[in-house]
């Protein structure tokens, strides 16, 4: 997975927003995890959007660890 930093610029505020992943895909639910989830993340990769994918975080803990990824995601 690509580690580059994107960046877009808003055309109405001028502003420069960046972010390190297109997608944040943090799913903890068996029957999504190892299904949806993971055809999801393959399917994406060939489209050119840069994917995070959280397969360490488990069920009910806390998501202080996830954090910095997340402000670094666009969605």
């Known amino acids: 997975m690509a580690s580059m930093s994107m960046k877009r610029v808003s055309p109405s505020s001028h502003t420069i927003e960046y972010w390190r992943y297109d997608v944040l895909l943090s799913f903890r639910g068996e029957d999504t995890h190892d ?19 959280d397969d360490k975080l488990q069920r009910g803990e806390m998501i202080g660890s996830l954090l910095k990824t997340i402000e670094e995601s666009r969605v």
């Open 35 to 53: 299904g949806f989830t993971h055809h999801l993340f393959k399917a994406l990769g060939p489209k050119h959007i840069h994917t995070f994918k």
